[in-house]
């Protein structure tokens, strides 16, 4: 043996000279995604009732949520749909929302009618938070209407009970609600409700634009800015408007997108609400029950330009792993997609040129989007789901695009080297991130004006390691929402990220934090800052696994 | 394209050759002239350099050298001639047209325009010569309305040339009247098609945001004349509302290729050079095109913001400042201050700024219908 061994030794050797005299390191292999949709049978198509007639809501339909609505640790899904117009009803199944059930063998179960979820009682849907509210274990939901808003408790056995009446959610008449987020801004336990409200509309009052004779989507200038709108949770299922009182009523957006994080690092839930052609705002939580919108302060309010842009979709995530969350916001096409770097949790500063992101995103009109390591090599990339406002021009249906994180500095556009079905182009509207088959690299769901939606799956096959973490709260939300992770590998590598389920635009995430570890197998710590203040240290947990943690007592 | 012509030929430089020397050193002036009119500009300029070393306040000498210089393509140089004319004889209507004519070709159009302005003052015979080339100062320098109040009055008689309706055309574009543009335009389209009726239509469609239209109409120009001034300014702000930045830069560039003081030029390479954060850049087109428009607000504005953007904090403030204080409906400016105010922990004046540009913004958006594609 050791004649053998010892003759092969310069092999080995010789092999690692030609590596490194060839200056390349071996190229990465980069997953793709594959739609797995049309595995299952179900009749679920984003319909926004587009038949001529240019309503102003239909350019939003298709919200979605990955969720696991029955604790078999599978993530399920659940989409929202439009309404016949300009009745406002869903009078049609082809205007149902959706629950899709995961099976786990890659196919999915429309369980709509059974949990009760189907929305025959709503107008035309947009946006979807899932978040467990009671704590009693349960994911529940809020959906986001024009015509009423609806809070969906889960009753634990399959089906969920419409408790909009009795909570207390109300709004003022005849509000667009577009998006929403569960969150616990004043860290009792309880999450808390924040809703990003567009304009005041109804089919009645829609106004027709047009040009040369041709119906276009109106310019939202037509249309009246309102207040979003939080909702403090008392408990027992009781909600109160502190809209107001908190500081968020004195500001009139026209809401998209939002993005939860502790962007000045204080502990305490911040919220940022894209607005379309209004200031984004930044509301900065005083730890008083009160917000100050500081979107100026942040440098986040405009563009570089003192330009108003039609931000669209959301998402705060640390894409440089400094331990300070960082910001991204998508727009139409023509504008400048907004990446923020948080400078140590004083200000944003605009790095969407020096990072590519400006030129990268030129041709592209963005919806939804998010931060996503779809690749587990521990750096955060851009996604965003793409397609124009309107069908006038004559790149209108889009591909969505990746923007593939470089050390944490630049983005490089690897969108048609990860799989022909997720490049297709479309309409899309709203997406998901989620680890729907648990093998640890995030898949994707994306809705498309008018198609059925994409189940994207992740094939996983670069060797990456990662963890996914999910989070039990006891003296914070159960579901852990707001809690601040940072991962140490044995190399001394520092990761971070935390509990949301919100990002993107009209969606809801998988609330289990996801870290990619690269080519590294060890973990040296895993450090969990509950919203509660408490801090526990998970030491050197196993990679590649589920990781249920549940929040110490003290 | 000949129908065009008569702005160029007012690009001319005018030396004064019918003045009589002084007797001295007659025959050294008269060389001096002599080279120049066989078109030795190299001789002449030193013939008129030699005599000048001797004869130092001849006006005439001064004026001729600076012909001679412009025409040899040294505007600068000619420039400092022309102001050393000036001094001595400060009514000299010619010397103000030449040095007026120097300035418009160094794209320095205030200059330019202000020196017009005077000579056309003094000596009234010069305003057909001057009074196009001087509008076409306006439109450079984005004073459309004054361009237009001063050919309108000229319409009855020039309307039907080719190149004043080009020139005023463009200016009523400018200015917003497009149903006056639309009626001018109409008129050269009777003459037949032409890059400029091409160019005039695609900038009307641009404004009317009919960018389907607009765009084949700008290509069109371009193909019938790659060198048309303005055209591929044009077709750049068309790619970037269409969202095509790359094909908009080309664009841009294309046109400082042929004239490296367009200002639309300048100011959208300025602004989409700070967006690549390309701050160096940015700066150098943005001070070309504050030098075409002086203390033009728009440009002031983007050179705060690169300030601003690589942590000049003070220089940006006091840019703001000035801004805010000249044009105290510039929302933009009102925001961005207070921005710069709270990075600089003076709050009080962050929140009045904030203040001042939120009732700003708002009154704006009453006044807009919103009736526009995205």
């Known amino acids: 043996m050791n004649r053998w061994w010892a003759a092969g030794a310069p092999v080995v050797a010789m092999c ?30 984003t319909d926004n009732n587009f038949t001529g007639r240019k309503y102003f809501p239909q350019t939003m339909c298709g919200g979605v949520a990955a969720f696991d609505f029955d604790n078999d640790g599978r993530m399920d899904l659940f989409f929202t749909n439009g309404a016949k117009l300009p009745e406002m009803q869903k009078s049609d199944p082809r205007f149902y929302n959706c629950l899709l059930r995961n099976r786990g063998d890659g196919t999915f179960e429309d369980v709509s009618a059974k949990a009760g979820l189907q929305g025959k009682d709503l107008g035309f849907s947009f946006g979807v938070a899932a978040g467990d509210y009671d704590n009693d274990g349960h994911e529940d939901l809020f959906v986001c209407n024009a015509g009423r808003n609806a809070l969906y408790h889960n009753n634990g056995n399959g089906t969920f009970t419409d408790v909009t009446d009795q909570s207390g959610i109300t709004k003022p008449k005849d509000v667009l609600s577009v998006a929403a987020a569960w969150f616990d801004y004043d860290n009792d336990g309880k999450l808390d409700l924040v809703v990003s409200n567009y304009t005041v509309w109804t089919p009645q009052i829609d106004k027709i634009c047009a040009i040369n004779g041709q119906e276009y989507y109106c310019h939202p200038k037509i249309y009246p800015g309102v207040a979003h709108r939080l909702y403090h949770n008392l408990g027992n299922g009781h909600f109160e408007d502190v809209t107001d009182s908190a500081g968020f009523g004195k500001d009139l957006g026209k809401g998209m997108g939002i993005a939860i994080a502790d962007f000045n690092g204080d502990g305490y839930q911040d919220v940022f609400i894209a607005n379309d052609t209004v200031r984004n705002f930044m509301y900065i939580n005083q730890k008083n029950g009160t917000f100050k919108e500081s979107g100026y302060e942040w440098g986040v309010a405009y563009d570089e330009n003192g330009n108003a842009h039609s931000s669209m979709g959301a998402d705060a995530k640390d ?24 400078m140590a949790g004083k200000y944003m500063s605009y790095v969407s040129g020096l990072s590519h992101v400006s030129r990268l995103s030129e041709h592209s009109s963005g919806w939804s989007n998010g931060f996503i390591d779809y690749n587990n090599d521990g750096w955060k990339d851009l996604y965003s789901s793409n397609g124009d406002i309107d069908d006038m021009g004559t790149v209108s249906r889009q591909p969505d695009t990746l923007f593939e994180n470089v050390d944490g500095k630049q983005f490089r556009d690897v969108t048609n080297e990860v799989g022909a079905d997720f490049a297709r182009a479309g309409f899309q509207r709203g997406s998901a991130f989620a680890d729907l088959n648990n093998d640890g690299f995030p898949d994707l769901v994306v809705t498309s004006l008018d198609e059925k939606p994409r189940i994207l799956i992740n094939s996983a096959d670069n060797g990456n390691h990662w963890l996914l973490v999910n989070t039990i709260g006891r003296r914070s939300n159960r579901d852990g929402v707001g809690a601040a992770l940072k991962l140490t590998t044995a190399s001394g590598r520092t990761l971070y990220n935390h509990v949301t389920t919100s990002d993107g635009f009209m969606s809801s995430s998988d609330k289990r934090v996801h870290f990619g570890l690269g080519a590294e197998k060890a973990i040296e710590s895993l450090e969990i800052r509950w919203p509660s203040g408490i801090v526990q240290t998970v030491k050197k947990p196993k990679a590649d696994q589920i990781l249920t943690v549940t929040e110490p007592s003290k | 394209m000949s129908r065009f012509r008569p702005i160029l030929l007012a690009l001319l430089a005018f030396p004064l050759f019918a003045q009589q020397p002084a007797a001295d050193h007659d025959a050294l002036l008269q060389h001096a002239i002599a080279l120049h009119q066989s078109g030795d500009l190299d001789g002449a300029i030193r013939a008129y350099r030699d005599y000048l070393a001797v004869e130092p306040d001849s006006v005439q000498a001064r004026s001729n050298l600076g012909a001679a210089l412009a025409r040899a393509g040294r505007y600068d140089e000619a420039i400092t001639e022309y102001d050393i004319g000036l001094q001595k004889s400060p009514d000299n209507p010619a010397l103000l047209l030449n040095l007026g004519l120097a300035y418009y070709k160094t794209g320095r159009h205030a200059e330019a325009a202000a020196r017009f302005e005077r000579a056309m003052s003094l000596s009234p015979q010069f305003n057909d010569q001057v009074t196009l080339l001087l509008a076409v100062c306006y439109n450079n320098l984005g004073r459309y309305k004054d361009a237009v109040a001063l050919l309108a009055p000229l319409e009855k008689d020039k309307g039907g040339d080719a190149g004043f309706d080009y020139v005023y055309g463009t200016a009523l574009i400018g200015a917003g009247d497009e149903a006056a543009a639309t009626a001018v335009m109409n008129r050269i389209l009777a003459h037949g098609d032409s890059p400029e009726v091409f160019l005039l239509r695609g900038s009307l469609e641009l404004a009317a945001h009919d960018r389907v239209r607009a765009r084949a109409d700008l290509e069109k120009a371009i193909a019938l004349n790659p060198k048309l001034a303005g055209a591929h300014a044009r077709l750049g702000e068309l790619l970037l509302a269409l969202g095509d930045g790359e094909k908009a830069r080309a664009a841009f560039a294309q046109e400082l290729a042929l004239d490296p003081d367009e200002f639309t030029s300048n100011l959208n390479l300025g602004v989409l050079s700070k967006e690549d954060q390309a ?3 940015a700066r150098r087109y943005l001070e070309r095109a504050l030098k075409v428009r002086p203390n033009d607000p728009g440009v002031r504005y983007q050179l705060a913001n690169v300030d601003l953007a690589t942590g000049n904090l003070d220089p940006a403030r006091e840019a703001l400042e000035a801004l805010v204080k000249e044009s105290p409906q510039f929302a933009e400016a009102h925001a961005t201050l207070a921005t710069v105010y709270y990075r600089m922990n003076r709050s009080a004046d962050g929140d009045r700024e904030r203040a001042l540009s939120e009732k700003l913004m708002e009154q704006r958006d009453a006044l807009q219908t919103g009736t526009k594609p995205r």
Do not use: C, M
């Open chain 1, 16 to 45: 690692v000279v030609w590596v490194s005299l060839s200056g390349a390191q071996p190229e990465t292999r980069r997953p793709h995604f594959t739609d797995i949709a049309p595995k299952s049978d179900f009749a679920y198509r």
């Open chain 1, 319 to 342: 894409y440089d792993n400094d331990g300070f969350p960082d910001l991204f916001y998508n727009n139409l096409k023509g504008q400048i997609w907004g990446l923020f770097h948080n």
């Open chain 2, 279 to 281: 701050y160096v850049e």
